[in-house]
């Protein structure tokens, strides 16, 4: 690994971390697992703004990571909400699974 790598790799983790910080400043309460999953989420490399569960907003833009998550749970538990019949797609997979897509 280059100097130049190490470096871009400190500075995306440090840019991650201010995003982070600044997130949870806006987003509000955070339930204990949303906070876990959140930091696990960061520290893989990826920015709150991003979501694992493709979920994007009526604007076409992907959505945040702790809104995809309260969609994704929603969805799982209350799937009439979202589908007429039978949901064509899981988006977890097994909605009973304690871990996430990540």
């Known amino acids: 690994m280059t100097a130049n790598m190490k470096y871009d790799a400190k500075s995306k983790?440090?840019?991650l971390r201010e995003q982070l910080r600044e997130y949870k400043?806006?987003?509000g309460n955070l339930t204990a697992d949303e906070k876990k999953d959140l930091h696990q989420w960061v520290a893989g490399g990826n920015s709150v703004y991003e979501n694992p569960y493709f979920l994007y907003d009526e604007s076409?833009?992907?959505m945040?990571?702790?809104s995809s998550r309260r969609v994704d749970i929603d969805m799982c538990e209350n799937p009439s909400h979202?589908?007429?019949g039978e949901p064509a797609?899981?988006?977890r997979g097994d909605c009973n699974a304690e871990d996430?897509?990540?």
Do not use: K, Q, T
């Open 100 to 102: 996430g897509p990540f």
């Open 13 to 15: 983790r440090a840019v």
């Open 60 to 62: 076409g833009n992907p």
């Open 89 to 91: 797609i899981v988006f």
């Open 64 to 66: 945040d990571f702790i």
């Open 82 to 84: 979202f589908f007429w």
């Open 25 to 27: 400043g806006i987003i």
